[in-house]
């Protein structure tokens, strides 16, 4: 059974750096894209950054220059490096199987909630 787990959001200040986890089970994740979306409360969802099997990187225009995907397949691990953080940033982070941008995930997991105060 395909189980993701995302975790790592906290409440930080404008400036500051998280990191989120996704942790995969249920499947070899050596052989799908991940990605990372984001939900604001009252906003539509936003595709923040995803990582294809080859390790080809694709970042929206808010996340470039700051945020950096990156994957683990031996722990069947994804992460997003989240730096110099905005209060734009506030959102709940999804982390899904098969994102890639511009293509829909299959799996994702319950998010975890990210919040930049000014």
């Known amino acids: 059974q395909v189980h993701l787990m995302e975790s790592g959001g906290g409440s930080v200040q404008a400036g500051g750096s998280l990191r989120l986890s996704c942790a995969a089970s249920g499947y070899t994740t050596n052989y799908y894209s991940m990605g990372w979306f984001r939900q604001a409360a009252g906003k539509e969802r936003e595709g923040v950054a995803s990582?294809?099997?080859?390790?080809?990187?694709r970042y929206a225009d808010s996340a470039k220059g700051r945020f950096t995907i990156s994957r683990d397949n031996a722990k069947n691990t994804l992460y997003l490096q989240l730096n110099n953080l905005e209060t734009q940033d506030t959102a709940m982070y999804y982390c899904?199987?098969?994102?890639?941008?511009?293509?829909?995930?299959?799996?994702r997991g319950q998010g975890t909630q990210v919040t930049v105060s000014s």
């Open positions: 990582i294809d099997y080859l390790g080809t990187t």
């Open positions: 899904g199987r098969g994102f890639r941008m511009d293509t829909e995930y299959d799996y």
